[in-house]
């Protein structure tokens, strides 16, 4: 017997060297972070699906039937596409007959470049996935998560549900899935988050358009960039934190280079740096969103005051071993 209601809840995650050329097929790392999303999802006795999300006053109502929206704002529908999409095609597979509710507390700031969508994603999945199976298959959860994160943006790279399914450290490949990093110590993290929201499907977009424009220009640096990834999960694996900071800034350049920075994610990356970091850089789409410093764990404090001088809001963050998690009430 499934004791309900049931509750999931999956890692945010930060790259730490890799975007954007991941998309285009070269190799990424990224770590699980110890922040989660929340996802509970209960049964109710109507044959409606109910989707909301407290924090922010959305609430969707769809017919169990086709799923089509049956009450909630414009704003609450776009917002909860993703997970509607999810549900429709997780209770199409399964056959599911029941209505439930599913209801979102998130931790992950919403469009800052940590995953949140996928988090979310990754954890209504798998909360979906024991109501209706009985089982948490994080393959299947994968699977339905990234099928869902297509809707939230153009040309996904994959690697924000793989990560939050997973946890730890990753090297992900498109092509190839992704490998396990063991890293040989623990590392600290400080994110520094604009307050610049952006879409990453924007940015993907952008950055494709300026690629096809100067492809010959482009093409070494996609190959240095795969380069780098290679040194960074030897670094990551030796403990090498202080040469994993030197790529992160290398990284950080290239990064600039194909259009992806602006002048207060700048400043907050060089604050980071004078104030200790073995690195910073961009992390996820840029155009806004954040960056991370690899940090000292001494130097924690000053790296989170110099991002906040600079005119960041810093978040203090540590490696998250385990992936989507589920419990019952």
Do not use: W
């Amino acid at each position: 017997m499934i004791g309900l209601p049931i509750v999931a809840s999956a890692p945010a995650k930060v790259i730490i060297v890799g975007e954007h050329f991941v998309v285009e097929g070269e190799p990424a790392i990224a770590a699980a972070i110890n922040l989660r999303a929340k996802v509970s999802v209960d049964l109710i006795d109507e044959d409606a699906v109910v989707i909301e999300a407290p924090s922010l006053n959305y609430s969707v109502k769809c017919s169990l039937n086709d799923f089509s929206v049956v009450s909630g704002s414009d704003e609450a529908v776009e917002f909860l596409e993703p997970i509607r999409v999810l549900a429709r095609e997780a209770t199409s597979l399964v056959g599911f007959k029941r209505g439930f509710k599913l209801s979102v507390d998130s931790k992950i700031p919403v469009g800052v470049g940590l995953g949140s969508s996928a988090s979310v994603l990754v954890a209504s999945a798998a909360a979906l996935l024991r109501l209706m199976t009985g089982k948490v298959d994080r393959s299947l959860i994968l699977s339905f998560a990234s099928k869902a994160e297509e809707v939230a943006h153009a040309r996904p790279s994959g690697i924000d549900p793989t990560i939050a399914t997973y946890g730890g450290v990753i090297v992900y490949r498109k092509s190839e899935g992704f490998l396990r990093l063991q890293p040989a110590k623990s590392f600290s993290i400080v994110i520094g988050d604009t307050g610049m929201s952006r879409s990453t499907g924007e940015m993907v977009n952008k950055v494709r358009a300026l690629r096809e424009r100067f492809l010959d220009i482009f093409a070494p640096l996609y190959h240095a960039a795969g380069h780098l990834v290679i040194e960074a999960a030897r670094a990551i694996e030796s403990g090498d934190l202080p040469k994993l900071g030197v790529l992160m800034n290398i990284n950080h350049g290239l990064l600039s280079a194909i259009g992806v920075s602006n002048l207060l994610l700048e400043k907050l990356v060089y604050a980071a740096r004078s104030a200790g970091a073995y690195g910073s850089k961009i992390t996820g789409a840029g155009g806004g969103g954040s960056i991370i410093a690899l940090c000292p764990e001494d130097k924690v404090e000053s790296v989170a005051l110099a991002i906040e001088r600079a005119g960041g809001k810093p978040i203090r963050a540590k490696l998250s071993m385990r992936g989507v998690i589920v419990s019952e009430k």
